[in-house]
């Protein structure tokens, strides 16, 4: 069966970096499509950034240029190394995985078919 297990979350200072884990197990997500959502306190759920098949990556525009997704294919491990923190940060991060080759930051988080449990960021001030 197919798991996704976050990790790595923690409490940290603003401006703080702190990096979580995806590890996928069951199935080889090479040929995925990957994300990472989250989901503040009293908040809709909304996406973080997605990674492609082919690493390309795309990013919220809230995010952008502090957050970047990378994976590690040989182990089916999805990273998110997130930078400069700020309090709005602070929400569960969930990792998921979307059979098929195409995705993009606009893609609908119902047709990401795998998700893991989440992980608490929680960021101070």
């Known amino acids: 069966q197919v798991h996704l297990v976050e990790s790595g979350g923690g409490s940290v200072q603003a401006g703080g970096s702190l990096r979580l884990s995806c590890a996928a197990s069951?199935?080889?997500?090479?040929?995925?499509?990957m994300a990472w959502f989250r989901q503040a306190p009293g908040a809709e759920r909304e996406g973080v950034g997605i990674?492609?098949?082919?690493?390309?990556?795309q990013y919220a525009d809230s995010v952008l240029g502090r957050f970047f997704i990378s994976k590690d294919n040989a182990k089916n491990i999805l990273y998110l190394e997130m930078n400069n923190l700020a309090p709005e940060d602070t929400a569960m991060y969930y990792c998921?995985?979307?059979?098929?080759?195409?995705?993009?930051?606009?893609?609908?988080?119902?047709?990401?078919?795998?998700w893991g449990q989440g992980t608490q960021v929680t960021v101070s001030s």
């Open positions: 998921a995985s979307r059979p098929g080759l195409v995705c993009s930051k606009t893609t609908p988080e119902r047709s990401f078919t795998y």
């Open positions: 069951g199935y080889n997500s090479s040929n995925h499509c």
């Open positions: 990674r492609r098949y082919d690493s390309l990556t």
